[in-house]
């Protein structure tokens, strides 16, 4: 059997209830000479039988399994098993449209390049899960455009939350393989993709951007990533830092400017979910006290570097302002309020007094 013309690797963790929308939508592809590398990295719900019955019926199908080692490291290994010409980086709550693939190598049979990416668009959690071959929004005429790296990175300066989405993931990119020889995900990373296209990009790679819609994307969960503070948002504080140095290497001011305000909300936005995450989080004063020191950090880079833009970043300023402001409020006036009890406290109350003559009948009783 000759190998592939593309390998499509997807990192899974208990997916049992998305894995089908997903991976029915890139075995319907219309171009048939792919293979789909899963790597199952330690599920411990059903999502591993799901994928061994598919096995029986789809040997295009390729199952690994890592036990819990991250999806960097499954990444790695997916990339060391596939055959394909060309590599493209799935993942599950992602849908391809039926001619996606096919669409790619038509593109690349006329024009020469490292990367090839598309565009994307969002549907419900609902059509989502009633999954039929999905019919891309109606857009204007294809716009083909070819960038070098530098101006590819620029792309995640732009004020559009799309736009920066569109760049820096990578479910919606075909890759050539040859590029990705020496290659590797950095495993120390909960994010590894974002940090993949800035190490992908320090060469000089030629890229096609098509302005096609054949992705389609479903906020999975979107309501409690909204609220609920993950550590993998220090992944993006990071990332967005090493874009400001990149940038400002580049002498790039208005890129320069853009991101640091992109790295201000987001930090505004972590601040936010610190507020409601008491439960969840063992490092919450330490983890407050970081992201208030970046923020007065940008806030004054920002200040001294652009004082005639304030109007684009001194909304957040109050709004951050009245985050602290409420905390000492509180903080000042305790008994008007009644905080939930940490997890430590549930568990055990750390100023109980410790009575020798309760323990000692508590062991006797047993």
């Not at 530098?150 to 050539?176: A, G, M, P, R």
């Not at 609920?228 to 790039?252: G, H, M, R, T, V």
């Not at 208005?254 to 610190?274: C, G, H, P, S, V």
């Not at 919450?284 to 833009?309: G, M």
């Amino acid at each position: 059997m000759n190998d592939p013309q593309i390998s499509i690797i997807m990192p899974v963790f208990n997916v049992e209830e998305n894995i089908y929308p997903t991976l029915k939508s890139i075995l319907d592809q219309s171009l048939e000479s792919i293979e789909v590398i899963i790597i199952d990295d330690g599920s411990v719900d059903n999502t591993n039988k799901i994928l061994k019955r598919y096995l029986r019926f789809d040997s295009r199908i390729k199952l690994l399994e890592t036990d819990a080692e991250g999806e960097a490291f499954a990444q790695n290994l997916g990339l060391q098993k596939a055959k394909g010409k060309y590599i493209m980086f799935f993942k599950v709550g992602m849908l391809m449209s039926s001619n996606l693939l096919e669409y790619f190598l038509q593109i690349l049979n006329t024009h020469k390049c490292g990367i090839l990416t598309c565009d994307y668009f969002t549907i419900t959690e609902k059509a989502f899960h009633n999954y039929s071959p999905i019919e891309p929004p109606l857009q204007a005429q294809e716009k083909l455009m070819q960038l070098d790296s530098n101006q590819y990175l620029e792309n995640l300066s732009l004020e559009s939350t799309h736009d920066f989405i569109h760049t820096c993931v990578l479910w919606n990119k075909l890759i050539d393989k040859s590029l990705l020889t020496n290659f590797e995900f950095d495993t120390n990373k909960d994010l590894p993709n974002p940090f993949a296209i800035q190490k992908l990009l320090t060469s000089h790679i030629p890229i096609i951007t098509s302005t096609q819609k054949l992705v389609a994307t479903a906020p999975i969960d979107e309501y409690l990533e909204q609220i609920c503070f993950s550590y993998n948002e220090l992944d993006k504080i990071e990332f967005l830092q090493n874009l400001l140095a990149y940038f400002k290497k580049a002498n790039n001011t208005t890129a320069l400017k853009n991101i640091a305000i992109k790295l201000l909300d987001l930090l505004y936005k972590i601040r936010l979910k610190l507020n409601n995450s008491r439960l969840d989080i063992y490092d919450l004063d330490e983890q407050k006290t970081a992201i208030n020191h970046k923020f007065s950090s940008v806030r004054k880079f920002l200040k001294s570097r652009y004082p005639e833009n304030q109007a684009e970043y001194s909304d957040y300023f109050d709004k951050y302002k009245k985050i602290l402001d409420l905390e000492n409020y509180i903080a000042n006036h305790p008994k008007l309020y009644n905080p939930i009890p940490t997890l430590q406290e549930l568990v055990y109350n750390e100023d109980e007094e410790y009575n020798e003559d309760d323990e000692k009948l508590k062991t006797d009783e047993l």
